[in-house]
C-alpha cells in the first residue's frame, strides 16, 4: 500500500507528464500548421493583416475633417495590391495561397478585411479625386489641387483678416464656391470627391456663420423685410385715413303705421254699415 506521500508524488509525476506530453503534442501541431503555409503565404497574410489595419487607422484618423482620400490613398493602394497577390500567386510548391488562406477560411476574415476597406474608399468617391496611370502612383485631379490651393489661400486669408474677413477675402471665397459649383455640374450630384464635399460645406457654414458674410443671402432677406414692412404700413395707414374721414350715416327709423290704420279702416267700415 502506498502512504499518503506515494500517492502525492505519485500523482505529481503523472501530472508533469501529461503537462510534458500535451505542451509536445501542441507545439509539433503548431508546426505542422506552419509547413501547411508556404514562407510567401504566410508573408502575404502577415503584410495583408498589419496594411488593413493601418488602413482602419488611418481613416478613424482623418475621418474629421474627411481626408480619407489625400492621406489614405497610398494605404489602401497597398491593401489592394496584397489583397490581389493572395487570390492570384501560388506558393513554392504550386499551391494557390487563395486556396489557402480564403478559400478554407469558413469566417472570411481576409475577404471581410479587404470589403471593408474598398466599400469605404468607394463609398467616398475616392476614385474621383485621383487620376490613375499604370505603374504610376495616383495623382490628384487639376481640378481638386486647384479647389485644395484656393482653400488655402482662403484660410490664410482669414488668419491674417479676421476683423475685415469679409471685404478682403471675398474673392477668394467667389473663386472657390464658382470652380465647386461647376465641378458639381460635370461629375453629378453624388459622385465626386467626399473631400471636396466636406470641405466645401465647412467653408460655407464657416462664411455665413462663423463670419456672417453671406451677402447673397442677406440682400434677399433684406429686401423680402422692406417690402413685407412697406405693405404693412400702407394697410395700416389706409384703414386709419378710413376711419377717420368716413362719418357714419345714421337712417332715421320709421315706425310701423299699419296696425293703426288697419284698425282705423275697420271703425270708417262699420260705422258706413250701421249708418
Known amino acids: 500500500m502506498f502512504s499518503g506521500s506515494h500517492w502525492f508524488t505519485l500523482m505529481t509525476i503523472l501530472i508533469t507528464s501529461w503537462n510534458s506530453f500535451c505542451f509536445s503534442y501542441n507545439g509539433a501541431n503548431t508546426d505542422m500548421m506552419k509547413l501547411e503555409l508556404s514562407s510567401s503565404c504566410e508573408e502575404m497574410l502577415i503584410s495583408f493583416?498589419?496594411?488593413?489595419?493601418?488602413?482602419?487607422?488611418c481613416a478613424i484618423k482623418n475621418a474629421r475633417p474627411i481626408k480619407l482620400c489625400q492621406d489614405c490613398v497610398s494605404i489602401y493602394i497597398d491593401v489592394k495590391n496584397i489583397y490581389y497577390s493572395i487570390l492570384h500567386i501560388e506558393d513554392f510548391g504550386g499551391d494557390s495561397c487563395r486556396d489557402k488562406l480564403t478559400n478554407l477560411d469558413r469566417l472570411q476574415v481576409v475577404e471581410s478585411g479587404f470589403d471593408y476597406a474598398d466599400k469605404l474608399w468607394s463609398r467616398a468617391f475616392c476614385d474621383s479625386c485621383f487620376v490613375f496611370e499604370d505603374k504610376k502612383p495616383p495623382e490628384?485631379?487639376?481640378v481638386i489641387s486647384e479647389i485644395l490651393n484656393i482653400s488655402a489661400e482662403l484660410n490664410q486669408c482669414?488668419?491674417?483678416?479676421?476683423?475685415?474677413?469679409c471685404k478682403k477675402c471675398e474673392k477668394q471665397y467667389l473663386t472657390l464656391n464658382e470652380i465647386y459649383n461647376n465641378m458639381r455640374a460635370d461629375t453629378g450630384q453624388n459622385n465626386f470627391c467626399m473631400d471636396i464635399v466636406d470641405l466645401m460645406n465647412t467653408t460655407r457654414g464657416n462664411w455665413s456663420g462663423v463670419w456672417g458674410c453671406c451677402n447673397d443671402r442677406k440682400k434677399p432677406e433684406t429686401t423680402f423685410l422692406s417690402i413685407s414692412s412697406g405693405v404693412l404700413v400702407s394697410s395700416l395707414l389706409f384703414y386709419a385715413l378710413l376711419?377717420?374721414?368716413t362719418r357714419k350715416t345714421e337712417h332715421p327709423v320709421i315706425p310701423q303705421k299699419r296696425w293703426k290704420q288697419k284698425f282705423t279702416r275697420r271703425v270708417s267700415?262699420?260705422?258706413?254699415?250701421?249708418?
Open 49 to 57: 493583416a498589419t496594411l488593413s489595419g493601418n488602413f482602419t487607422y
Open 140 to 142: 490628384l485631379k487639376p
Open 158 to 165: 482669414i488668419y491674417n483678416s479676421p476683423n475685415d474677413t
Open 243 to 245: 376711419f377717420t374721414f
Open 269 to 275: 267700415v262699420s260705422s258706413s254699415i250701421n249708418s
